[in-house]
């Protein structure tokens, strides 16, 4: 038995991230690898005097200002690696036009109003309302540095755009300023690098890295990405970590609670004060921990969150110098039509010769990828995993390298795939020296990521940020870092290891921690809205004097117990207070008035349920706002005599959409409490909004 401080589940870019920073605090890390590499995705093979890189296609920022420069420089890769800038970033080639996306943004600005002259002035407003959005973030990031997190309630007027940006597709932000959609398909060509279509893609996903590449550059690391893993590795090591490849963890051992010890498949087992997991969030806990261990919801959340696609690549090596023979883009996009939902169903089908491709000529940034005269090209497309029966598979992967349908689909696109290049680049099947191909299987053999997953679970606007899987786990000595949890893209893998090693430091040492980046707030660390006394307001008092009018139809969850309340079936005389964080207090003061009543005192007299308008809460910071009531429902349980269930005394019930507060006709609650009184029938006795809450809710109880 072997012990450490932090057992790291995977040598992906989170993992070597957090694991670097840990070290660097002294901590005792340990990282187990399934794979003989360090780096996930971020790696790479050689054949003969050619060096293939796996996935990296560009890193945005690595520059100061950008993403990720600030961890390079934190884990001293700049010291290890020199990185290129590439200029031009990419272009993208139409059946009609060809459009060059330069990284210097003044110069792509007028690359796209020399196409599109008629859309100049949306093409300028997109292009300034993007930029101010991610300075926003960087403000946040900023400020956070400072100790400053506004309510979460404030944050749509203090960061508008962020927040907008956040919670609406790509397609939606983009038609606030474009009408062409040739224009728009031709401004979201990266749409790619991010595994959803415009419509379907987290609007933040999109916008964040392509201002960080166009500001502060894209780079290509010379030796490619596994020369930044290696990098990494070697930072790990000097402050004493330790690496151990060929460690598959298929067990995290649990006891009271905590996550004690993790153990591979060859039997290595190593207990560990804390345990972070770059591997799957799918495995690492339904499988290492076990759904037993584990909350029903979240158990439910994990089990339903859809993987993102994969993708399907040529890795080619030539025995010619295509950039001296004038194909001298780094990367091409190559797009038959201005459709790119119908791009991305071709993925989903399998139908390769209608899919985008993606063209990179990698001896242009790293001429040592291949010998002199010679040329690495890969060819990428995204692929699905259940395409053709998953691969002609049927779902068995035992021996999948010698199933004849599988490699009979594996050569078909093939074949499409070069028809296709070799419109561009003639003579191309004649130069081939070596090929390799990936499949989404390859992916999963290599990553072990559920359905060869490239980007973790899908980017949607309904599962980004604040709305994706926490890296703070149930179990609270677990961690995650990664693609499940940050996000896709290797930038933002460096991230979440940063902020991962951030929440363990603060978990470990018992200090609070802010973390910098917005995309990966942390719930714990976000203060909640401090109320404010509330001044008199004069307002018209509202109420009835029968209990004919009848209760909404509504059925709550109630935060903290989980209780199904539904509002027109309680049973007993009940107290409905309707609020919003900044009246919290005063809602308090009038649950208390009513409890000092002796006849009010026992919860099988009288129910006293409060309902929070939550519409103006976001919808990525949902999971934040879940925290804080389950927070506050464990703060007032303390205070419920001992013998009873706290359950009945503190019911904390989420309106949010803030319907069932109109539905009862009451005004702005974030400055005034509203309350209703309803009969053991479910019928509204009277409502009230006013200056004398108590005084009122009492008299209106006095009429049931």
């Given amino acids: 038995m072997e012990k450490f401080d932090i057992v790291i589940i995977g040598a992906g870019l989170g993992g070597l991230s957090a694991a670097g920073y840990l070290a660097k605090a002294g901590k005792k890390v340990l990282v187990l690898e399934h794979h003989t590499v360090p780096g996930g995705y971020a790696h790479e093979f050689r054949r003969g005097k050619y060096r293939f890189e796996v996935a990296l296609h560009a890193l945005d920022g690595a520059a100061p200002g950008g993403w990720s420069y600030p961890i390079l420089k934190d884990l001293e890769v700049f010291d290890q690696v020199h990185f290129h800038r590439i200029d031009p970033f990419y272009t993208v080639q139409f059946s009609k036009q060809k459009i060059v996306a330069y990284a210097d943004l003044m110069m792509y600005e007028s690359e796209m109003v020399k196409h599109f002259p008629h859309e100049r002035d949306g093409i300028h407003k997109i292009i300034a309302d993007m930029v101010e959005t991610y300075w926003q973030v960087r403000r946040f990031d900023a400020e956070g540095q400072l100790g400053i997190r506004p309510p979460l309630e404030k944050m749509p007027a203090l960061y508008p755009n962020m927040m907008s940006a956040m919670n609406i597709s790509l397609d939606e932000y983009m038609s606030k300023f474009l009408q062409d959609s040739e224009l728009k398909t031709a401004f979201t060509t990266l749409w790619g690098y991010y595994g959803l279509p415009p419509e379907k893609l987290n609007a933040a996903i999109f916008i964040f890295p392509w201002v960080s590449y166009h500001l502060m550059g894209a780079y290509y690391p010379e030796g490619g990405s596994m020369a930044m893993s290696r990098a990494l590795e070697a930072t790990l090591k000097k402050y004493g970590g330790e690496v151990r490849y060929k460690q598959t963890v298929n067990k995290i051992e649990i006891k009271d609670g905590r996550a004690v010890a993790v153990v591979t498949e060859k039997g290595l087992r190593v207990e560990a004060d804390v345990i972070i997991s770059n591997a799957n969030s799918p495995d690492t806990l339904l499988k290492f921990v076990g759904r037993e261990h584990l909350p029903a919801d979240y158990v439910r959340g994990i089990e339903e969150a859809k993987p993102s696609i994969s993708n399907f690549v ?253 509002l027109n079936s309680i049973g007993r005389r009940s107290v409905l207070l309707f609020h919003t964080a900044d009246t919290s207090e005063d809602a308090e003061r009038i649950n208390k008035a009513v409890r000092a009543v002796d006849e009010y005192q026992a919860c099988t007299s009288i129910t006293i349920a409060n309902v929070v308008d939550l519409h103006s809460v976001p919808k990525l910071f949902r999971s934040f706002a879940e925290k804080s009531m389950r927070d506050s429902f464990d703060k007032a349980s303390k205070s419920i005599p001992q013998g009873q269930d706290p359950q009945d005394y503190v019911i904390i019930l989420p309106d949010w959409d803030g319907k069932t507060t109109k539905g009862f006709g009451l005004g702005d609650t974030s400055k005034i409490v509203g309350l209703a009184v309803l009969d053991e029938q479910g019928g509204v006795v009277g409502t009230y909004q006013g200056n004398e809450p108590e005084r009122h809710a009492l008299e209106l109880l006095s009429k049931v």
Avoid: C
């Avoid at 038959?336 to 991305?344: F, K």
């Avoid at 995993?385 to 049927?394: C, F, I, L, R, V």
């Avoid at 130069?431 to 191909?437: D, L, P, R």
């Avoid at 604040?466 to 933002?492: D, E, Q, V, Y």
């Fill in 314 to 566: 040529l890795y080619l090596g030539l025995d010619r110098d295509l950039q001296a023979e004038g194909f001298t883009d780094h990367e091409m996009f190559v797009v038959d039509g201005y459709d790119s939902n119908a791009s991305y169903q071709a993925a989903l089908d399998g139908d390769f010769a209608r899919t985008g491709l993606s063209i990179t000529n990698y001896s242009i940034a790293d001429r040592g990828s291949a010998p002199e005269g010679g040329t690495v090209l890969n060819i990428f497309s995204l692929a699905d995993w259940n395409s053709d029966n998953q691969w002609g598979t049927g779902g068995n992967l035992e021996n999948y390298s010698d199933n004849p349908q599988y490699n009979e689909l594996k050569k078909a696109a093939t074949e499409i795939l070069l028809d296709r290049t070799e419109k561009l680049i003639p003579g191309l099947r004649k130069s081939i020296k070596y090929i390799e191909v990936g499949t989404p299987i390859t992916n999963w053999r290599y990553s072990r990521n559920i359905g060869g997953a490239i980007y973790g679970t899908d980017q949607t606007v309904d599962n980004s940020y604040g709305a994706r899987l926490n890296a703070k786990t149930p179990i609270k000595n677990l961690f995650l870092t990664g693609a499940w949890t940050f996000g896709g893209g290797m930038s933002a893998a460096l991230l979440s290891g940063r902020d991962t090693s951030r929440m363990v430091i603060g978990y470990m040492d018992g200090t609070p921690v802010i973390l910098m980046t917005a995309p990966n707030m942390d719930e714990n660390e976000t203060p909640l809205p401090t109320p404010p006394t509330v001044a008199p307001v004069k307002q018209a008092v509202t109420s009835t004097s029968t209990s004919s009018t009848s209760v909404p139809t509504v059925t709550f969850k109630a935060a903290g117990s989980g209780r199904q309340v539904t």
